[in-house]
């Protein structure tokens, strides 16, 4: 009769049930897939907020590459396949006392992988395609999403819907293509498994093979179909997540993306609190061959040499596309610099750090603004003389007549203001946190002449130092120098009156 093979097989059938057990129990796999996904998003928002600029990347497509972790996830899901699939190896061999089911076990497995890599190449053009797609296709929808009010004055909301369709199709086009490639690189795994028992029963029949490890053999029929999957799925799942890896390390600034970021409790929801920084007054600032690059390689500003006193209001002048945004974000530490810039005397050596909002307060052409009160807006958290902001930057009539004073509710991106009382927002937002220096792009435009003298006068008169752009004339008058751009170069400086003949033309 031989050996009784119940035995062996209830075993292998229990081991194939259990092993894979911990997978689904609430006590390890779910926690650990999930908590992968959420630190993973943490280093890559932790990368794109810190002081220092870790990629050019926008946030639509930082939101994307969060969005597509799961490629990584699902990779070192296969990983975690492959080691039960040792320890099934490790227990078939010890049941059976033969090597034989083992090996046609792994044999099913290595002849798997080995025909997925065959599918290499064409993986890895087909994951950098998508990842591509997706991210153009966020850019573009949070664009039209930012600019919705404009794209609907303009009439182009067709358009606009009919480009963001086409992105759409060519994501969902580019991502069945991927899926494609993968569905054939892990189809190996069907005809390779049915080797298995038809070598098995061969051997058996010439002698080569005890019926104990045939059965054993046989039986892992279903498991080794299985595991042969998830080898080569685990092998075509490289060449995506290689080109996802290269991303999130270039976005989150850190080889080890999936670390916990120290100090961050994500249970919890709790945070260190940041170290206050070292303030520097502001006396003097020089800039010598000073330049902006953009992230693209083009020059903006070049060779710019500019000295600012404490107190003083410097303006630029210039066409549209002369540079003036360009200066103005490098002088903030927003855009990558050249040349020379000194800070009291010392180099400014690492711009992201030293020129943050206490010592240099930015007010863009296009403020951004919080759904909730003028008072959140202000402060953003933080302890703050809002009432002194919102009186230097000429709001306060404003707010007084709401009723409501600090407590007003500006609406969804500030809807419920005018475009000068967004821009005097976004101004004492800035002061508040007494800035050094204070940036300022082009922000009277939308004020009216009494407005804008009420407000330098008042910034003069607080001993702000100012450097900003601008092209009306009330603002001209009473900066105490003028520096005219053309081009990324400067083309003249000195008092308005010393430049308004020849240069007049730019003002308004």
Sequence with gaps: MGEPWWPTVGIVAALLVTAPLPYFTSAWFPNWWVRQMLRISLRLVHGQTGPRRVSGHTPAEVVAQGGDTERVVILADNVLDQTVAVIILIAMTAVSGSVVPGLFFAGTMVVSGLAATLFGPLLERSARATVAARAAFATALVSSLSAARTVKLAGATRPVLAHLAGLDALRSERQRREISVQVWARSTPSLVSGLLPIGAWALYLTGGLSATATLVAVSTLGAARWFAWTTASLVSQL?????????????????AYSAAVPGVDLAAGT?????????????RLELAGFGVVHSDGTVAVRDVDLTVDRGQLVLVLGPVGSGKSSLLRALAGIAHHTGT???????????????????????GQLPRVLSGTVADNIALGHEVDAVGAVSTAQLEHDL??????????IGHKGTRLSGGQLQRLALARALARRTELLIADDVSSALDVTTELALWAALREHGVTVVGSTSKRAALVQADHVVVLLGGAVAAEGSWRELEDRWGHLAG
């Design 341 to 363: 810039m000194r800070w009291n005397g010392r180099p400014v050596t690492e711009p992201e750090v030293f020129l943050r909002p206490d010592q240099v307060g930015y007010v």
């Design 239 to 255: 060449p995506s997540a290689r080109v996802w890896t290269r991303r999130t390390v270039a976005m989150s600034g850190v080889g």
């Design 271 to 283: 945070a260190p609190t940041p170290t206050p920084a070292q303030r520097h007054p502001l006396r």
């Design 400 to 409: 007084a007549g709401t009723g409501s004073g600090l407590g007003l509710l």
